[in-house]
Each structure stands twice: as structure tokens, then as C-alpha cells.
């Protein structure tokens, strides 16, 4: 059983550059689930794909968009990149609209905004 | 809006003792409360969780209590072992089955051997 990976692994922008990351979900899961987890913070909820539509969008701006595939993969894109969007970029993918004890994350994506 | 606190960034224990990591929360409508441990580079990865219904869970040498009056919960970590060494975070969430979380800072736990 595969579980949840992410790419890149880390990545550095330029304020005003747009960045897409990338995230396979666990074998069998059709829900993922975007979190942003700055410097000496827990993660915070982005938004979450069920079956290739958003369901559920946290506090973060239009800039912060997403998308899930046929094969239930995802992307996040942040366009207008700023300083304060350098964090660690977590997805976690889960079967239907569990329970959070059911999400299972990845690696994650380090972004360095200069 | 800090909803979900840790208000002990750090922690250490002896190995053998008990480790005990705290959380307190602020949205009453909050019902389902889990733990999640987070080794470096990897992601998060759950632990154990309790339903606001119960006041206490546990799984092996974990337990959770849980205070609904006091929106407390607290992780029980007995005996401590060295690879226990981690952050650790609280979350929290509206509903069973509604997956947004709500997590907290993160306590880091060292366990000196």
C-alpha cells in the first residue's frame, strides 16, 4: 500500500511568483485535504477536495486554489506569492468524509518565498 | 484566534517516567479532539483521539483525558520511551466526520534516556 507523497520535497520562489505543489493520495482514498503549517505553528486548513470538488475552504485567500484529479491526486496553486507564505505545505488524504483520525499525511512540501 | 492552544512549546522527561502534554481549546462546539505526532521531515501521524462524549481513551501506553467543563484535554505517556521524542499536537473538529482540523501549536517532547 502506497502512502501519501508529496512533490517537490522543497522549493524557493520569488515574491509574485506562482508555485503549483503536488499530492498522491493513499491507495483507495478519494479525499485530500491542503494544511499550512508555518514556523512554530500547527498545520492550518487550506481547503479540501471530495470526489474532484472543494468541499470546504479555510481562511486563506483566493490565490490559494486547488484541484483533484480523476485519480483523486491533487494540486495546490498560489499565485502572488508573498514572504509570509514560506511554510511547510502538508496534504493529507482520507476515504470519504471521515473523521480526522483517518487522514493521512505526507511528507509535506517545504516553500521558501525570498 | 488561537483556538486550540499548547501553551508548553517543550517538555522533557525522564525515560521510564510519565510524560504528560496539555491542551486547551476555546470553540465549545468542538466535539471530537485527537493527537497527532510529528517526527522531523515526516507528516503528522495520528495517535489517539476521544469523542466529547467519553472523558477518557486509551490505547497501550497512551490515554487522553478529556474535560469538557474546563475544554481541557491532556495525553497520559507511560512509560516514556526514547523514540516518544517528537512534536506533538493537539486538533480538534465540529462533528464526527467533518475533517477540518484545528491544531495547535505543538508541544515538543524530549525523552532523556
Known amino acids: 500500500e502506497t502512502g501519501v507523497t508529496q512533490s517537490p520535497t522543497h522549493l524557493i520562489k520569488t515574491r509574485g511568483q506562482q508555485v503549483t505543489l503536488r499530492c498522491s493520495s493513499q491507495?483507495?482514498?478519494?479525499?485530500v485535504s491542503w494544511y499550512q503549517q508555518a514556523l512554530g505553528q500547527g498545520p492550518q486548513f487550506i481547503f479540501q477536495?471530495?470526489?474532484?470538488?472543494?468541499?470546504g475552504r479555510g481562511n486563506f485567500p483566493p490565490r490559494f486554489s486547488g484541484l483533484q484529479f480523476p485519480n483523486y491526486s491533487s494540486e495546490l496553486n498560489v499565485n502572488a506569492l508573498e514572504l509570509d507564505d514560506s511554510a511547510l505545505y502538508l496534504c493529507a488524504s482520507s476515504f470519504g468524509l471521515a473523521g480526522g483520525y483517518e487522514q493521512f499525511f505526507g511528507p509535506g512540501t517545504r516553500l521558501t518565498v525570498l | 484566534d488561537q483556538q486550540v492552544k499548547q501553551n508548553s512549546p517543550s517538555l522533557s522527561v525522564q525515560e521510564g517516567r510519565i510524560s504528560i502534554l496539555n491542551c486547551d481549546y476555546t470553540n465549545s462546539m468542538f466535539d471530537y479532539f485527537l493527537w497527532y505526532k510529528k517526527y522531523p521531515a515526516e507528516g503528522p501521524t495520528f495517535l489517539i483521539s476521544i469523542s466529547s462524549i467519553k472523558d477518557k481513551n486509551e490505547d497501550g501506553r497512551f490515554t487522553v483525558f478529556l474535560n469538557k467543563s474546563a475544554k481541557h484535554l491532556s495525553l497520559h505517556i507511560v512509560p516514556s520511551q526514547p523514540g516518544d521524542s517528537a512534536v506533538y499536537f493537539c486538533?480538534?473538529?465540529?462533528?464526527?466526520?467533518?475533517?477540518?482540523?484545528?491544531f495547535g501549536t505543538g508541544t515538543r517532547l524530549t525523552i532523556i534516556p
Open positions: 486538533a480538534a473538529t465540529r462533528d464526527f466526520g467533518n475533517e477540518k482540523l484545528t
Open positions: 491507495s483507495g482514498h478519494n479525499t
Open positions: 477536495y471530495y470526489r474532484e470538488e472543494e468541499n
